[in-house]
């Protein structure tokens, strides 16, 4: 790690890449792979950070992620015995590391599981009006399958109506949404795929719930699951905690327009009924194309490297020139956030990538490490790391996968790894 008083090593591109933070030792637990989630960390990494702090002589007792996502960070610092707070304003995202950091027992997963295939099977129950006279359920999904899904979720609010276990069956259902739709296989954008052979929902629903079951016996035989774990479905700009109660901060803070988490999970939050328009969900989430009209006076009040980006975009595309204006706005109250409930003392730990559009490269990490400086953040450290699977599929075709084939958009392959104590 190198240690910076400014940012002009990102100028002269010399960011060493540490080899401490590419490769995991151990193998990763199956319950990190029971949900597709977009821009995950590995879960190695929050082990590396903890191990990292504590080696240098910090007391770790509470893990704070203040962008949780699918709780990457809680289960694996469940797994080393932490307590764990974790807040995401996706509730797709927090339905999923609810799921993961909690204890389950196996055979009762079992009997439900049975319990519930078997209702949804039996039924001939019919989804109410509501549901296929919907516009985006009628544009993913054909009638039949909205009936089949219908009668799980019937199944599921009859059998398991509230509680963790009623998490851990939803956490489920939406991952077998997209398989069930004509949502094109593994695209990050939401596109229609008229050639897919949709997946039966009961099958599919079975599949997933045995993989589930098995990833929860395989957690249970080296993890404890005793830890305190509070995950809140909140913006973190205005979540109400109290301050300076995490012993260390591991995040992975959203990149400027990079993913769309509200269209991407949209699937998930009618059928789950988080919403009747999942474009509500667009609002407050951090890095969304959506916020073009909520500029307003920022501009003073972000930094140079914000500043520059926003200047340079601008002149090519002032919609997207905003949005990117308010994410670094948006980024530098974050960061003011996370000083303020971290302990005096006490390590954070950032893991960002940067993005480009229209060829004006958008600089996340040395925005962020800008910010850190200016709040005053100590010994504020930088690497590189390398995103292992963008070596090979550096591109993303038009359809938002990835690809070796130079017309696509340039993905990174490094991110950056910046560190610092209040
Ligand atoms: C890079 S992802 C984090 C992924 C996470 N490390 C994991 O392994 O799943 C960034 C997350 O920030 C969340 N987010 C965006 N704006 C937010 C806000 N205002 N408050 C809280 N979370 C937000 C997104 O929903 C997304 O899950």
Not at 142 to 151: K, N, Q, V, Y
Not at 175 to 193: E, G, V, Y
Not at 217 to 230: D, I, L
Not at 382 to 387: F, T
Request: aromatic fraction near 10%.
């Amino acid at each position: 790690m190198q240690t910076i008083t400014d940012i002009s090593i990102f100028e002269r591109n010399r960011i060493a890449e540490n080899d401490l933070w590419n490769v995991g030792e151990q193998k990763e637990l199956l319950l990190h792979r029971i949900h597709a989630y977009p821009a995950k960390f590995p879960p190695f990494l929050v082990q590396k950070f903890i191990e990292h702090f504590e080696n240098r002589g910090k007391e770790i007792r509470l893990v704070a992620d203040p962008f949780c996502g699918c709780g990457t960070s809680a289960l694996e610092s469940v797994k080393l015995g932490k307590d764990f707070w974790g807040c995401d304003i996706n509730p797709v995202a927090t339905l999923i590391a609810r799921t993961k950091s909690s204890a389950y027992r196996p055979t009762y997963l079992n009997q439900l599981h049975e319990a519930i295939i078997l209702r949804a099977t039996v039924s001939s129950a019919k989804a109410p009006k509501r549901y296929y006279e919907n516009q985006r359920l009628k544009y993913w999904f054909d009638p039949d399958t909205i009936h089949r899904l219908f009668r799980l979720l019937l199944s599921i609010d009859k059998l398991v109506p509230g509680g963790k276990y009623r998490d851990f069956f939803l956490t489920g259902f939406s991952n077998i949404l997209k398989p069930c739709s004509r949502w094109l296989t593994k695209s990050i954008k939401p596109q229609i795929d008229p050639h897919k052979t949709l997946a039966q929902p009961t099958i599919a629903f079975d599949k997933q719930i045995k993989m589930m079951i098995k990833a929860v016996k395989e957690a249970h035989k080296s993890v404890e699951f005793q830890s305190r774990v509070s995950i809140v479905n909140r913006n973190f700009l205005n979540v109400q905690v109290q301050d300076s109660f995490a012993d260390v901060i591991i995040t992975s803070p959203p990149y400027v327009t990079s993913y769309e988490y509200a269209d991407l999970h949209q699937l998930s939050a009618i059928w789950l009924r988080y919403t009747d328009d999942y474009r509500n969900l667009r609002k407050g989430t951090i890095g969304s194309e959506h916020h073009s009209n909520e500029t307003g006076e920022i501009y003073e009040h972000v930094n140079q490297v914000a500043k520059g980006t926003y200047d340079k975009l601008r002149k090519l595309d002032s919609s997207k020139a905003k949005s990117v204006l308010r994410y670094f706005y948006d980024l530098e109250l974050a960061v003011k956030r996370i000083k303020q409930i971290v302990k005096m003392g006490s390590s954070v730990a950032f893991v960002i990538g940067n993005t480009s559009y229209k060829g004006v490269h958008v600089d996340n990490a040395k925005s962020l490490a800008q910010s850190l400086l200016d709040n005053n953040f100590k010994n504020v450290q930088v690497s590189r790391r390398k995103i292992s699977y963008k070596i090979l599929t550096p591109y993303r075709n038009e359809l938002g996968r990835f690809t070796s084939h130079a017309h696509g958009r340039k993905v990174y392959s490094h991110e950056y790894v910046l560190t610092c104590e209040k």
